[in-house]
């Protein structure tokens, strides 16, 4: 027994300083708060030595100046404003650890040194990481900062990286710590040359970074670069711009489509028609409260809703001001174009006392936040879907308008009304339905229209304007004319916009078309009847 005890003894002794040389994370985390910047600079030594994947945010946080001190206790904990005082977090846990007040805690203070040990670290951490999305990030953080000190490290990462777009971003990164140490000039030409070869834009602000601190006889290399970036800019910006053409003329041809229908079919000019696409906007922000209040799981879903919602309400307004109102001034012009822009200042000032005059939030779905990059190209999602909706609903009147008997009852009332009325044709009931139609489209533009701007009464009147210009150019009453008309409009004005301002290029824009009519009074593309020319 006494053999036995004094090898337990023995055991134990010897088992003492290997559990002290394993302190608990907690421990490693509290020790960041003690002793001098030295000792500070140890302990992120000591974090970064556990591999713990906790540890990048933590040091994250330090560097900063998220990490304080209990002053009672010690303990470090992260601590973010909330109200008058402060809300605590454990960094090792994540558990909240209530609130208190700013004089309860002090911050934990890092110097530049420590700041360049802490970047070091995380990008040790993370450079290695075996997470994809973590390497890239961090490869993209090594590149922005051009930290020398991470050279050796991004060496390391690079020569076990077999990811080609993760190596490409690395190499890169090297290239930009070359140009920040003393290498030889040859190697600092082959970094220039592989910071060009990206062809971006952060390759050009990197290159003319450098240019200024960059020896004489690197200079001329650096300027041939961001030329060579800038001619390759160039082309990328041209293709950026039609893309933000398109992305307008979609958006012009969704709200004048139903326009160019009701002006072709029945020489309506309604000045209300920009209140169609606000109240359907407006609609789209009803069915997204509903849902929000009642059924919040279904808001991917709110669009989907919105459309045919917007499409009834704004329809049925559209025949009730048909059957109300237009039927009684057909043959005079003036008196409708007066009728209609008071009915707009009607149903603005209704708006106006129903939901107020500020502006209203309508929420973009998960399937529609966010972008993507094609090249230099950036496309958000929400913009390609409002070009894709543009696509289907001009298909889909097509459709309408070659298919359906209410489409060839339309197409003979455009072309000739008093032999399509002869021929049996109720022309009334046509002008109701084809008012009805024009309006539920100008709906669905509305909700198109939410995604991208403000909700307000004031929606409908920043695109009435465009919407007639778009109908005349194209062509009264061609669904093709105004396609092209809209498009045409949205590419001219992107393109014009860099050089004479979004003011300046809408008028330019609009003394082209009155150029335009002078010599095509019925625009691109004429209509053809036995009627249309009286």
């Known amino acids: 027994m006494r053999a036995l005890a004094l090898f337990l003894v023995f055991l134990l002794a010897a088992l003492a300083p290997a559990q002290a040389q394993t302190p608990d994370f907690p421990a490693l985390v509290d020790a960041l708060a003690t002793g001098s910047f030295a000792e500070r600079e140890a302990a992120i030594s000591a974090l970064t030595a556990t591999g713990d994947e906790r540890v990048p945010a933590i040091l994250s946080a330090l560097g900063e100046g998220g990490l304080f001190a209990v002053k009672a206790t010690g ?80 060496d390391q990462a690079l020569a076990a990286e077999t990811d080609s777009e993760i190596r490409a971003t690395m190499e890169a990164a090297r290239a930009v710590i070359m140009l920040k140490t003393d290498a030889p000039l040859e190697e600092k030409r082959q970094a220039v040359a592989a910071i060009a070869a990206r062809g971006n834009r952060d390759a050009q602000t990197i290159l003319t ?55 072709g079919v029945m020489g309506i000019i309604n000045m209300a028609h920009g209140e169609m696409v606000m109240v359907g906007a407006y609609a789209t922000f009803v069915v997204q409260e ?80 966010g972008s993507f990059n094609i090249g230099e190209i950036v496309i958000t999602w929400s913009r390609l879907w409002i070009v894709l909706f543009a ?32 021929m049996g044709i109720r022309t009334p009931f046509v002008d109701a339905m084809t008012f009805g139609l024009g309006s539920g489209i100008a709906g669905m ?41 809209a498009l045409t409009l949205g590419i001219a004005n992107k393109f014009l916009e860099p050089y004479a301002g979004a003011v300046l290029a809408k008028i330019f824009i609009l003394g082209l078309i009155i150029l335009f009519i002078q010599r095509r009074p019925r625009g691109l593309f004429t209509l053809k009847g036995r009627a249309v020319e009286t």
Do not use: C, H
């Not at 008058?84 to 530049?112: C, M, R």
């Open 391 to 422: 696509a289907v609903v001009f298909i889909i009147l097509l459709l309408v308008l070659k298919r359906t008997a209410l489409g060839l009852q339309m197409r003979a009332v455009t072309q000739n009304r008093r032999m399509a009325s002869a």
């Open 445 to 485: 533009a509305g909700v198109a229209l939410s995604q991208i701007d403000n909700v307000s009464p004031n929606l409908g009147q920043g695109y009435i304007i465009d919407s007639f210009m778009v109908v005349v150019f194209g062509g009264v009453g061609n669904l093709w004319g105004t396609l092209v008309g």
């Open 290 to 369: 509903v849902i929000r209040q009642s059924f919040p799981g279904l808001f991917d879903w709110s669009l989907a809703i919105a459309i045919p919602a917007a499409f009834l309400i704004t329809g049925l307004i559209g025949i009730g001001i048909e059957r109300g109102i237009i039927r009684w001034l057909y043959g005079r012009p003036l008196e409708t174009l007066l009728a209609t822009w008071g009915l707009s200042l009607i149903i603005q000032q209704a708006v106006r006392t129903i939901f107020g005059p500020t502006n209203r939030m309508v929420g973009n779905p998960s399937w529609m936040a």
């Open 75 to 154: 303990k470090v904990v992260i601590a973010g404003k909330s109200g008058s005082g402060f809300a605590l977090t454990d960094p090792a846990t994540g558990e909240a650890l209530g609130e208190v007040k700013k004089i309860e805690i002090e911050k934990i203070k890092v110097n530049n040194g420590l700041r360049a040990k802490i970047r070091t670290a995380i990008g040790m951490m993370t450079l290695l990481s075996p997470d994809r999305a973590v390497r890239l990030s961090a490869a993209q953080s090594v590149m922005k900062n051009g930290d020398p000190a991470m050279l050796e490290l991004l």
């Open 209 to 263: 970074a450098a240019l200024g601190s960059a020896p004489d006889e690197l200079k001329p290399v650096i300027l041939s670069g961001i030329d060579t970036i800038a001619r390759n800019l160039a082309v990328w910006d041209i293709g950026q711009n039609v893309w933000y053409g398109l992305s307008l003329g979609s958006v012009l041809l969704l709200a004048a489509i139903g326009l160019a229908i009701t002006f």
